[in-house]
């Protein structure tokens, strides 16, 4: 089977850097300019931590709620004080690098976004090495299934991920649902900072725990779908918000670009947004204020359509 004949083909521009410099694309850390990248990485842990304790301290919620039998397979569910049975859903999926992170310091959107009246699922997978990319594709639909069955009378159900996260959030374009008998009520996806080819990140050192295949980096990768695989129809009621952020690297952006400009050809109803003066890991932390530029769009995006 050929490349696909946009950036991920033979003339994308990483197929002609060197190891270093592919290192350093795809080393969201190296790309911060306000801090180091290890003091980035601490305060972001540390905000995600708090603002989960936060969570779980002030507001209702429902901690390890199973979507599966194994014992990765929970999510923790946080509700609005309001009390109803028609609430628009947010299904939050970390990053990492498929390798770390975790649901209990990942609650960065819940307390803006609970006051507002929506209710807030923070999931958590296997990462690698104990879960595959498959396998994390898998879970992580069975997750989004899990809320439509429990919530069937959801006012619709946005996703978003963060860096690998919103490669999780984008793989759901493809999930065959009828297969897990539910088909859930998806009216957007917020994708922050992803990446959507996973071949160039198999040549760096990130892909040590993960060991993907070209196959399994095609497979899993929601570019290669919608540049090679046959058509398939795009879902009118369910947008897509592609956002990167101002310091991410060229990588970054070309990757959210592509991916952008794919779905478009593709008929989905997707917009872009690159965030201003934010690196990978300021735009998530942000998303802890209320006020903020992407903390109101997700806002605005939901209401308008529930
Ligand atoms: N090793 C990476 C870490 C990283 O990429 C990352 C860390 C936390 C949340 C998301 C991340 N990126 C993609 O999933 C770095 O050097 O930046």
Known sequence: MDVPGGGGGRGAPWRKMSKEELENQYSPSRWVVRRGAEEAMRTYSQIGD?????????????????????????????????????????????????????????AFMV????????????????????????????????????????????????????????????????????KLGVTPNLKGLFLVSGIYDLEPVMHTSENAPLLVTLEDARRNSPQWHLEMAPAQPADPGCRILVIVGQHDSPEFHRQSREFYQALRRRSWEASFEELRDVDHFEVLWNLTQKDYVLTQIILKTIFQES
Request: proline letters at 5%.
């Open 50 to 106: 708090e603002a989960t304790k936060k969570a779980r301290a002030t507001g209702r919620s429902l901690l390890d709620m199973p979507y599966g039998d194994g014992e990765g397979e929970k999510m923790d569910i946080y509700f609005p004080e309001e009390v109803s049975e028609a609430l628009p859903f947010l299904v939050f999926f970390h990053g990492g690098y498929w390798q770390s992170g975790s649901k209990d310091t990942s």
């Open 111 to 178: 307390s803006p976004l609970t006051a507002q009246g929506v209710a807030v699922v923070i999931v958590a997978y296997d990462i690698a090495p104990k879960g595959t990319l498959d396998k994390m594709v898998d879970q992580v639909t069975r997750s989004v299934a899990s809320v439509q069955k429990r919530y069937p009378g959801n006012r619709g159900i946005h996703l978003c991920g963060h860096s690998a996260g919103a490669h999780l959030a984008a793989m759901m374009l493809l999930a065959n649902w009828t």
